[in-house]
């Protein structure tokens, strides 16, 4: 489902300030899987997914998402790309001036789906998140951990065949995070690909397959081999 081919990825600057955030990086994770990303600050974890969301493009080698190639994707194909794709970033906020159900029915008001069917749809993913009784909440009501499972609703709304998720319970209590952990693994276990980065240790020890980054490279010692084809 999703393959890196001698990715290299280079911000440009100006002198020695110009750095490779990935070098060389060949993996690849298989439909159904749920794979973590470790390593330090810096490390690579955010421009890898990044580069799967078509948020950025590899300066050098392949990213293959479900046979797309990621660094010859017109603009105008962005949009369908990530049609099939839940995204949970740290920069991503709540839209605080609308209900957490409105936040949630977002995505798929965007994309054109009748309100009520919408609102139907969004009330499912708050249920499996366990925030259906707080549909009608102000955001800014809700606690840090509410508030990512909100953004993890909002994630999996249309449906998508792939999470990518960065740092998802960052500045959370371990309860919060437990519970967001939970929710994510919930969706895998449904056929829900998801690639998650974390510094969670308590995740990372009970985890089956984790990908280690240090400096843009896979860490030495610690391959990412490639994954086996995981049944519907």
């Given at each position: 489902?999703?393959?890196?081919?001698?990715?290299?990825?280079?911000?440009?600057?100006?002198?020695?300030?110009?750095?490779?955030?990935?070098?060389?990086?060949?993996?690849?994770?298989?439909?159904?899987?749920?794979?973590?990303?470790?390593?330090?600050?810096?490390?690579?974890?955010?421009?890898?997914?990044?580069?799967?969301?078509?948020?950025?493009?590899?300066?050098?080698?392949?990213?293959?998402?479900?046979?797309?190639?990621?660094?010859?994707?017109?603009?105008?194909?962005?949009?369908?790309?990530?049609?099939?794709?839940?995204?949970?970033?740290?920069?991503?906020?709540?839209?605080?001036?609308?209900?957490?159900?409105?936040?949630?029915?977002m995505p798929m008001l965007v994309t054109g789906l009748p309100?009520?069917?919408?609102?139907?749809?969004?009330?499912?993913a708050l249920d499996k998140v366990g925030l259906l009784d707080?549909?009608?909440?102000?955001?800014?009501?809700?606690?840090?951990?509410?508030?990512?499972?909100?953004?993890?609703?909002?994630?999996?709304?249309?449906?998508?065949?792939?999470?990518?998720?960065?740092?998802?319970?960052?500045?959370?209590?371990?309860?919060?995070?437990?519970?967001?952990?939970?929710?994510?693994?919930?969706?895998?276990?449904?056929?829900?690909?998801?690639?998650?980065?974390?510094?969670?240790?308590?995740?990372?020890?009970?985890?089956?397959?984790?990908?280690?980054?240090?400096?843009?490279?896979?860490?030495?010692?610690?391959?990412?081999?490639?994954?086996?084809?995981?049944?519907?």
């Open positions: 489902m999703i393959e890196f081919a001698n990715v290299t990825k280079q911000y440009a600057g100006h002198g020695a300030s110009s750095h490779s955030a990935l070098r060389d990086v060949s993996l690849t994770v298989a439909k159904g899987e749920l794979v973590y990303l470790a390593g330090p600050s810096g490390a690579g974890k955010s421009t890898l997914l990044k580069l799967i969301a078509a948020m950025e493009r590899p300066s050098a080698g392949t990213v293959t998402v479900n046979g797309t190639d990621i660094g010859r994707l017109k603009h105008a194909g962005i949009p369908f790309l990530r049609r099939n794709l839940g995204l949970i970033f740290q920069q991503q906020r709540l839209l605080t001036d609308r209900s957490v159900l409105a936040n949630v029915m309100r009520a069917q919408s609102e139907d749809r969004a009330r499912a707080r549909a009608a909440a102000h955001p800014l009501a809700l606690s840090g951990g509410e508030q990512q499972r909100v953004s993890i609703a909002r994630a999996i709304v249309n449906r998508p065949q792939i999470i990518l998720a960065d740092e998802p319970t960052a500045n959370l209590d371990r309860a919060s995070a437990t519970k967001v952990f939970d929710a994510l693994r919930a969706f895998n276990k449904v056929g829900v690909t998801c690639l998650i980065s974390t510094h969670d240790e308590h995740v990372l020890d009970s985890a089956t397959r984790v990908i280690h980054l240090r400096q843009g490279m896979l860490q030495d010692g610690v391959p990412a081999a490639p994954a086996q084809e995981v049944a519907p």
